[in-house]
């Protein structure tokens, strides 16, 4: 029914920055609140940032002023900018559309020197 296609990841220095994208099929993104997680080894998923259909945004103590979540609707798009990367960061990144079972692939995404 849908599907979430998300961009490629990378390998970033720390300090760096990175934009990852997120791109749903269908009609339905734009009334749809959207969200970015990510999980990295031996930790527990963690909601990252969340955006609403109307474009409020909000985000937890670890990424907040860092990460940036966006939405292009008539591209059916989410974007999840992430700036001043720490190591602490590094996880497999993915988007979903909040209250489904709808998530991207997943990308790797590592802050390393």
């Known amino acids: 029914q849908v599907q979430l296609v998300e961009s490629v990841g990378g390998l970033v220095q720390p300090g760096g920055s990175l934009i990852l994208s997120c791109a749903a099929s269908?009609?339905?993104?734009?009334?749809?609140?959207m969200g970015w997680y990510r999980q990295a080894p031996g930790k527990q998923r963690e909601l990252v940032a969340v955006?609403?259909?109307?474009?409020?945004?909000n985000y937890p103590d670890s990424v907040k002023g860092r990460f940036t979540i966006s939405r292009d609707n008539a591209k059916r798009t989410v974007y999840l900018q992430m700036n001043s990367l720490k190591p602490e960061d590094t996880a497999v990144y993915y988007c979903?559309?909040?209250?489904?079972?709808?998530w991207g692939q997943g990308t790797q995404v590592t802050v390393s020197s």
């Open positions: 955006i609403s259909s109307g474009g409020i945004t």
């Open positions: 979903q559309i909040l209250g489904t079972s709808y």
């Open positions: 269908g009609n339905r993104f734009s009334d749809s609140a």
